[in-house]
């Protein structure tokens, strides 16, 4: 049968897709067919595959569904072009092009060809680029290798979610291709701003930190900065700033506000970050257990690292937010990775922290029905009975200075 390639709208039929996905993907349709390479689309080809699965870690089961899925693409002119052009816009278009926000689709759209594994295989054809970035920049090949192991660790995550061996967030790895992000062992580091509404402190004489939110927030009795529907509010934080001095509500060692204010003489303390600041934001991979050695094996790695190959980047400190930075976990399971984990950074209250994450990381699905949540292990019972109780779960967050180390 006779198909008309160039025409985006003649082939939204064939390829299976509905108004959400002619929506999202016809942009750009005719540029980047001009660049079609023909049957041989380098990142359908088995060699290929190989190559991303032996760099990643991939298993078995994951390697077989991507070679599939790779070959159902090249056998299908249509599905090659659409794939090409997936490439062509995440990675190819200039600005000058055209803006093409996202290729990837949002749950719930019909996929071209019932084939997600093209997603994943668009979303990692810079790995040429990747590795010549990798060499021109002297990183080594180990560290490329601990990075693309995310492809492996989403593709189980996808098995666990839909019995499937495929990767769903490809989102996510764009990162590691542009590159703005690199696995130094057990942790992610990636290139970020300081965006949290919390004033850091630091003494002028040596490396005391005291964090410090914005006035007339509501607090919970617990010290959270409220995020959950139905949490009470217990007082209200203040903040000034004049003589010279900042009274304001301090985060605690646990990362809850206390309810005295403090008086900050700023002859002894300065301001240390300023908004928009450059960060490394951590990230925390799912997978092998978080033990506390390998956890400061990887500060370690990013204190030299980072200064060695981006001395360009002039990063004031490393933070995170996450779920696993809840204080309350660590009362709970003071004995656990969990809790070593915590200790090994400054913990302050994020904005608005609720207990999304906890349910979504924990039981996999932030809206599961209490009573319905699976029990297999000690942290699922203790989520679920704090929440019996009427509590609350609340993320939070963790700061750390360039090359220090705590815990
Ligand atoms: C981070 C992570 C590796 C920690 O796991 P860990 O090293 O096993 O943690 P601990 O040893 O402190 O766990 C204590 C208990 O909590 C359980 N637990 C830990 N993380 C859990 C999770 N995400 N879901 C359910 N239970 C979990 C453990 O199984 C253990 O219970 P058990 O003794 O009955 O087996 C794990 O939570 C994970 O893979 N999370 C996904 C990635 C993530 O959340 N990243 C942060 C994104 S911001």
């Given at each position: 049968m006779f198909m008309n390639f160039h025409d985006f709208f003649a082939l939204v039929e064939p390829l299976g897709i509905d108004s959400a996905g002619r929506e999202r993907w016809h942009g750009g349709w005719g540029q980047s067919q001009e660049s079609f390479p023909g049957q041989g689309v380098y990142f359908l080809q088995e060699d290929f595959v190989n190559e991303l699965a032996e760099l990643s870690g991939m298993q078995e089961d994951g390697l077989i569904a991507l070679q599939q899925g790779a070959r159902q693409i090249r056998e299908s002119e249509m599905l090659s072009r659409f794939a090409w052009h997936c490439h062509w816009r995440l990675n190819l278009a200039a600005p000058e092009d055209g803006f093409f926000p996202s290729i990837l689709p949002e749950p719930g759209m019909a996929i071209p060809g019932g084939n997600r594994h093209l997603f994943t295989l668009a979303t990692l054809a810079p790995l040429p680029r990747l590795k010549k970035y990798y060499s021109v920049r002297g990183i080594s090949r180990q560290v490329l290798c601990e990075t693309l192991h995310d492809l492996q660790v989403w593709t189980e995550a996808g098995f666990q979610k839909?019995?499937?061996?495929?990767?769903?967030?490809n989102n996510w790895l764009h990162n590691h291709m542009i590159p703005n992000l690199f696995a130094l062992g057990r942790l992610e580091f990636q290139f970020g701003q300081w965006h949290h509404s919390i004033q850091v402190y630091k003494k002028r004489q040596g490396d005391q930190l005291c964090f410090i939110p914005g006035g007339n927030q509501a607090v919970s009795a617990d010290g959270f900065r409220l995020g959950n529907p139905g949490e009470q509010s217990a007082f209200m934080t203040v903040f000034h700033e004049e003589n010279g001095q900042v009274t304001g509500n301090p985060a605690n060692i646990a990362g809850t506000l206390e309810r005295q204010p403090v008086c900050l003489d700023l002859k002894d303390w300065e301001l240390y970050i300023k908004f928009g600041e450059p960060v490394l934001h951590l990230h925390i991979p799912a997978g092998a257990p978080l033990r506390k050695e390998d956890c400061q094996a990887s500060l370690q790695r990013a204190w030299t690292f980072f200064p060695k190959y981006f001395p360009e980047f002039k990063f004031k400190a490393v933070c995170c937010t996450s779920w696993l930075l809840d204080p309350t976990l660590s009362g709970y399971l003071p004995a656990s990775n969990l809790a070593a984990f915590q200790s090994l950074f400054h913990l302050y209250p994020i904005a608005e922290a609720s207990g999304w994450q906890t349910m979504q990381r924990v039981f996999g699905d932030p809206d599961i029905e209490i009573s319905k949540a699976?029990?297999?292990?000690t942290l699922q019972k203790i989520v679920k009975e704090h929440l019996m109780k009427g509590r609350f779960w609340h993320s939070g967050g963790a700061f750390l200075l360039p090359g220090e180390s705590l815990g």
């Amino acid at each position: 049968m006779f198909m008309n390639f160039h025409d985006f709208f003649a082939l939204v039929e064939p390829l299976g897709i509905d108004s959400a996905g002619r929506e999202r993907w016809h942009g750009g349709w005719g540029q980047s067919q001009e660049s079609f390479p023909g049957q041989g689309v380098y990142f359908l080809q088995e060699d290929f595959v190989n190559e991303l699965a032996e760099l990643s870690g991939m298993q078995e089961d994951g390697l077989i569904a991507l070679q599939q899925g790779a070959r159902q693409i090249r056998e299908s002119e249509m599905l090659s072009r659409f794939a090409w052009h997936c490439h062509w816009r995440l990675n190819l278009a200039a600005p000058e092009d055209g803006f093409f926000p996202s290729i990837l689709p949002e749950p719930g759209m019909a996929i071209p060809g019932g084939n997600r594994h093209l997603f994943t295989l668009a979303t990692l054809a810079p790995l040429p680029r990747l590795k010549k970035y990798y060499s021109v920049r002297g990183i080594s090949r180990q560290v490329l290798c601990e990075t693309l192991h995310d492809l492996q660790v989403w593709t189980e995550a996808g098995f666990q979610k839909t019995g499937q061996w495929v990767c769903l967030n490809n989102n996510w790895l764009h990162n590691h291709m542009i590159p703005n992000l690199f696995a130094l062992g057990r942790l992610e580091f990636q290139f970020g701003q300081w965006h949290h509404s919390i004033q850091v402190y630091k003494k002028r004489q040596g490396d005391q930190l005291c964090f410090i939110p914005g006035g007339n927030q509501a607090v919970s009795a617990d010290g959270f900065r409220l995020g959950n529907p139905g949490e009470q509010s217990a007082f209200m934080t203040v903040f000034h700033e004049e003589n010279g001095q900042v009274t304001g509500n301090p985060a605690n060692i646990a990362g809850t506000l206390e309810r005295q204010p403090v008086c900050l003489d700023l002859k002894d303390w300065e301001l240390y970050i300023k908004f928009g600041e450059p960060v490394l934001h951590l990230h925390i991979p799912a997978g092998a257990p978080l033990r506390k050695e390998d956890c400061q094996a990887s500060l370690q790695r990013a204190w030299t690292f980072f200064p060695k190959y981006f001395p360009e980047f002039k990063f004031k400190a490393v933070c995170c937010t996450s779920w696993l930075l809840d204080p309350t976990l660590s009362g709970y399971l003071p004995a656990s990775n969990l809790a070593a984990f915590q200790s090994l950074f400054h913990l302050y209250p994020i904005a608005e922290a609720s207990g999304w994450q906890t349910m979504q990381r924990v039981f996999g699905d932030p809206d599961i029905e209490i009573s319905k949540a699976p029990q297999k292990t000690t942290l699922q019972k203790i989520v679920k009975e704090h929440l019996m109780k009427g509590r609350f779960w609340h993320s939070g967050g963790a700061f750390l200075l360039p090359g220090e180390s705590l815990g």
